[in-house]
């Protein structure tokens, strides 16, 4: 059976910029990046990685749009981490609000959606 998902991947359109993004505002670390022989329109792959979740950034010389997707963080200090990527500038898709618990352990949880340099959705909970 399945376990898990091992990584989350995306077109990026400026690497170094997304690199910076994910690093800067949520703690990510970049920790490997490759070319792919054989895929010529296909520049790099970069892997960041924040605990056990890892996203992979694939850099096109042809542009290519990201569109219907997300991902989801989980914040042990939900206020503190809305207001440090808003005072960032990072665009709120969606404001803060109390969506219906999916588990018990959810209950008062907070939910937000900020939107990535490619248009990507980073939700957050916590």
């Not at 981490?81 to 109390?98: N, R």
Request: hydrophobic share 35%; charged share 30%; proline share 6%.
């Amino acid at each position: 059976m399945f376990t898990r998902i091992d990584h989350v991947a995306f077109s990026v359109k400026d690497r170094q910029k997304s690199i910076d993004f994910y690093e800067k505002n949520f703690g990510f670390k970049k920790y490997f990046e490759h070319g792919v022989p054989g895929i010529p329109d296909l520049e790099k792959v970069v892997y960041l990685q924040l605990g056990d979740t890892v996203l992979e950034f694939e850099h096109w010389t042809q542009e290519k749009e990201n569109k219907g997707y997300h991902f989801c963080l989980i914040s042990d200090d939900f206020d503190s981490d809305y207001q440090k990527l808003k005072s960032a500038g990072i665009p709120v898709v969606a404001e803060p609000h109390i969506p219906e618990p999916r588990t018990p352990q959810e209950t008062g949880w907070k939910r937000v959606v900020f939107q990535g340099p490619d248009g990507e959705l980073i939700e957050f909970r916590g």
